[in-house]
């Protein structure tokens, strides 16, 4: 983890591990942005920007 001005940020490799365990559940279709959020430990709002950032970067 890095900090920058007071904001921490994950090494890409985290990121993307986590956008990928997001985007299977989130494909399996059993599940909504609440229950993937509490599975992955992060706020609603986190998982359903990182959807709509993968849905507009067309993964």
């Given at each position: 983890?890095?900090?920058?001005?007071?904001?921490?940020?994950?090494?890409?490799?985290?990121?993307?591990?986590?956008?990928?365990?997001?985007?299977s559940?989130?494909?399996?279709?059993?599940?909504?942005?609440?229950?993937?959020?509490?599975?992955?430990?992060?706020?609603?709002?986190?998982v359903?920007?990182?959807?709509?950032?993968?849905?507009?970067?067309?993964?």
């Open positions: 983890m890095t900090i920058v001005k007071n904001r921490l940020f994950a090494p890409a490799d985290v990121v993307a591990a986590l956008d990928d365990r997001i985007l559940m989130w494909a399996q279709k059993q599940f909504d942005t609440a229950h993937i959020a509490r599975s992955v430990d992060k706020p609603e709002s986190y359903a920007n990182r959807l709509a950032a993968l849905r507009d970067a067309g993964r």
